[in-house]
């Protein structure tokens, strides 16, 4: 008896150990088998993250993980909370269940480069602990849910190259701790709302966005320190405060609508500038080219091709120490290049071609290509183009 006793006891400590090693929260079971079920079968295939799901062999908290949960979701350290759903990019197609929202404790929620549709849903907003949503290259449509807004600990939101329409959340600036947004490649229309103070990165590249880039949108970013608004349909005056930003470095506005820009040099607004790259590309930006760019100490690369520029190359351009690429193309400009843009030994690089300058050499790699046809600039000035 007592050999049989010294022998039953270590087992039966060791497989109570096992059994109470499943500590995970029922809701957030729950939740995971709802998130499961609505994944059509068919797209998991036998070797992904999903196929390993096996809730009636093991608890998704379990440890040590042998062969069911293998990958796909991260526990706390005490295994009882879900903290991360981060799958494989291999193809699950299905929809995003309004009962994610179990998941109170999840930390991380990434589903890119899979094929999940339909509306995202607005009970996201239980996820009050979530700092980072990644939903990009699905094919998610419909708005994006005003509730998206009460994420109060959330950082990085990325649902681009998707199918979103409609316009962006009104009340978008209550993200008090948001700091990269990236919403491009979708169908969004609208105006941009005011932004949160905390932002830092701002992507909404190729929406169908529209209206002036209004300086009431941005009075609170501070931090902000890349924009890229290009491929959509702003139209009107870009005012001199955008390029006045307090952290402002990367600018891409490229094919708007844009009909002009103010630029102010820097020292005016009483201070340096960080603004290193302007894209202004394909807008329809008309006068002279700004030469106050050429104030920015930090400014490296400026863009203006393809617009409706008149007049001479500032310049102030020629003379700025910090140029390296410059692209002026497409334009309307006049007179003779700036000689250190055609030298041979030129550092910096870009293009001044399709334009109505004189004597732009045809072997300097910045002249490419040639110069618009004579008519076509006379036209454009009413008579000869004037030096």
């Not at 040590?64 to 699950?92: A, M």
């Not at 996820?127 to 699905?138: F, G, V, W």
Request: glycine share 6%.
């Amino acid at each position: 008896m007592t050999l049989s006793t010294s022998f039953l006891l270590p087992l039966l400590f060791t497989l109570f150990i096992f059994s109470t090693d499943a500590l995970t929260s029922p809701s957030d079971v729950s939740a995971l088998k709802a998130f499961k079920a609505a994944v059509k079968p068919n797209s998991i295939p036998p070797w992904s993250c999903l196929a390993s799901w096996d809730f009636t062999a093991s608890d998704p908290c379990a440890t040590p993980r042998r062969t069911h949960f293998t990958c796909g979701i991260t526990c706390s350290p005490d295994s009882t909370r879900v903290t991360q759903l981060t799958l494989d990019p291999v193809g699950y197609t299905g929809r995003l269940t309004p009962l994610i929202s179990g998941l109170t404790q999840l930390l991380t929620l990434d589903l890119a480069d899979n094929n999940f549709y339909g509306l995202i849903p607005s009970s996201i907003s239980s996820l009050i602990t979530l700092q980072t949503l990644t939903l990009r290259s699905n094919s998610f449509s419909g708005s994006l849910p005003e509730s998206i807004t009460r994420l109060n600990s959330v950082e990085s939101i990325d649902i681009s190259r998707n199918s979103l329409t409609g316009p962006l959340p009104r009340s978008l600036n209550s993200l008090s701790n948001l700091r990269r947004l990236d919403l491009s490649y979708n169908k969004l229309t609208g105006s941009i709302p005011k932004l949160p103070q905390s932002l830092i990165d701002l992507a909404l590249k190729a929406n169908s966005l529209s209206g002036p880039i209004s300086k009431q949108s941005f009075t609170e970013s501070t931090q902000l320190e890349v924009v890229e608004l290009a491929e959509n349909s702003f139209a009107g005056t870009l005012g001199a405060w955008f390029f006045l930003l307090q952290s402002i470095q990367q600018v891409d506005l490229a094919n708007n609508s844009l009909t002009g820009v103010e630029v102010l040099p820097p020292k005016i607004a009483g201070g340096e500038s960080d603004l290193v790259a302007v894209e202004l590309g394909f807008n329809r930006i008309s006068g002279n080219a700004p030469a106050s760019f050429a104030a920015y100490p930090r400014l490296t690369s400026l863009s203006l091709r393809y617009n409706m520029l008149h007049g001479a190359i500032p310049s102030e351009y020629e003379r700025s120490k910090t140029l390296r690429r410059l692209f002026l193309d497409g334009n309307f400009l006049t007179g003779k290049p700036p000689a250190r843009f055609v030298k041979p030994e030129s550092e910096v690089m870009g293009s001044l071609g399709n334009n109505c300058l004189q004597g732009c050499p045809g072997k300097a790699k910045m002249c490419a290509p040639s110069q618009k046809p004579f008519s076509i600039c006379k036209r454009a000035y009413g008579g000869k183009p004037k030096s």
